[in-house]
């Protein structure tokens, strides 16, 4: 259940909210919101002459509910997704920065192509031990000097909890991967700030848990949190993973939060990003995060799903003739 309640409420009936409901507390200029367990159905008399509005819901889903509230506009940027915006926001760049040379190529592309957006990772989760796992620091410092010379928005992953400051210090948008979603060190870090906290679908994660990592950044206080669909694991071996639309069309419905696509770790191969992007822009999505690379065969991690610089030209020109028929605005 959501409360808000009175600003007047005596300090003893929020207590007793915390203990006995497990509720989180935050303060508003109007209000005093309490998040309860979903077990939590009923107001007791005692409270209820402070309580101003109350949401009931069958599961944990609660603040990202579209119940509770319309869906939510959250700001990459200068731009903004969500809402009633009708934005569709492309994030384009290579799976990590790799040297100096290679990220400020791929940063002058996406300029020359109107992306305002540049995704690169420093940190890398990987699944096995031996493979590249990012220039750490270097590469964060990297990413704020291009931030710097093109005014690029940086989209950058934090691997763990041990430098997800760092992360949140150099990054405007903080993506957290799909292997680290389940950390609490990170998305309470992440609940703490005010940057845009982009989630990605854990490859094995039903849609319940996903949002509900995103209700722990919630109802730590951070308002501005993107969704992101990455595919799932399913019976099928001929492709990385399954995107998930019909989930997509189940966020699209029940949640409150910006969503986003990134049909690159989905398929796993370069061969069909631009189709799936262009169906996951039909659904009316908020944005895509799309991997390219200078040189695609080359690159130090997840090589066979990255696109050129001509692939991802001929991909934004689609989408956005396609955004023009359904009346979004990529951006």
Not at 103 to 126: C, N, W
Request: aromatic share 8%; proline share 3%; charged share 25%.
């Amino acid at each position: 259940m959501i409360l808000h309640l009175k600003k007047s409420t005596p300090v003893d009936l929020i207590n007793w909210l915390k203990e006995e409901a497990y509720a989180r507390i935050l303060e508003f200029d109007s209000y005093t919101q309490a998040v309860t367990t979903k077990a939590f159905k009923e107001i007791p008399e005692f409270l209820s002459s402070f309580v101003i509005e109350n949401w009931t819901f069958e599961t944990d889903i609660q603040l990202a509910s579209l119940d509770y509230t319309e869906k939510r506009e959250v700001s990459i940027g200068q731009d903004k997704i969500g809402g009633l915006t009708k934005n569709i926001h492309l994030i384009a760049g290579p799976c990590s920065v790799e040297s100096e040379e290679q990220i400020f190529q791929v940063a002058h592309k996406l300029v020359e192509l109107g992306i305002k957006s540049l995704r690169a990772g420093s940190f890398k989760p990987r699944t096995s031990p031996y493979s590249y796992m990012g220039m750490g620091k270097e590469g964060l410092e990297l990413l704020s000097k291009v931030r710097k010379e093109t005014g690029l928005n940086i989209v950058s992953e934090v691997r763990d909890a041990t430098n997800v400051d760092l992360v949140l210090e150099h990054a405007d948008v903080v993506q957290i991967g799909t292997k680290s979603m389940y950390d609490h060190g990170i998305l309470n870090a992440c609940g703490n700030s005010d940057k845009t906290i982009l989630i990605k679908r854990g490859f094995g994660t039903t849609l319940q848990e996903f949002v509900q990592a995103a209700e722990f950044v919630l109802c730590a206080g951070n308002e501005n949190v993107i969704l992101c669909e990455r595919g799932i694991r399913t019976f099928e071996s001929k492709t990385r993973f399954t995107l998930d639309l019909c989930g997509v069309a189940y966020l699209k419905h029940h949640c409150n939060l910006p969503i986003i696509v990134d049909p690159s770790h989905a398929l796993g191969y370069r061969y069909g990003i631009i189709d799936l992007a262009k169906a996951s822009t039909a659904m009316g999505i908020d944005g895509l995060l799309v991997e390219s690379h200078p040189n695609p065969s080359a690159a130090l991690s997840d090589s066979a799903q990255q696109i050129n610089f001509k692939t991802l030209e001929i991909l934004k020109s689609e989408i956005k003739n396609l955004s023009l028929a359904l009346n979004l605005n990529l951006t």
